[in-house]
């Protein structure tokens, strides 16, 4: 004999309708699928955090090979310098 607990009532799972028992079923189908989403999102979570520090380390390594004045913009030659 299983029992359920429904908005705070006890009832005995094989005395409720069907129409009760289907909505029971999607309910607990929803509840195990949030269970299953927040598993994969925390994975996404853990993945984002290390390809990030990855990626921090690649960028102080590109760092280090570049030149101090690599990544600026030359300017413009001066127009009375000319020739």
Same mark, same amino acid.
């Given at each position: 004999?299983? !029992?359920? +607990?429904?908005?705070?009532? @006890?009832?005995?799972?094989?005395? *409720?309708?069907?129409?009760? +028992? @289907?909505?029971? +079923? =999607? *309910?607990? =189908?929803?509840?195990?699928?949030?269970?299953? *989403? +927040?598993?994969? !999102?925390?994975?996404?979570? *853990?993945?984002?955090?290390?390809?990030?520090? !990855?990626?921090?380390?690649?960028?102080?390594? =590109?760092?280090?090979?570049?030149?101090?004045?690599?990544? @600026?913009? @030359?300017?413009?030659?001066?127009?009375?310098?000319?020739?």
């Amino acid at each position: 004999m299983a !029992l359920v +607990k429904i908005n705070g009532v @006890t009832y005995e799972l094989d005395a *409720l309708n069907d129409e009760v +028992k @289907t909505h029971l +079923k =999607y *309910l607990s =189908y929803i509840d195990s699928e949030i269970e299953r *989403l +927040k598993m994969q !999102l925390g994975t996404f979570h *853990l993945s984002r955090d290390q390809v990030g520090r !990855l990626l921090d380390i690649a960028m102080a390594n =590109y760092a280090m090979h570049q030149t101090p004045f690599e990544n @600026t913009a @030359t300017p413009a030659p001066d127009a009375d310098t000319q020739a």
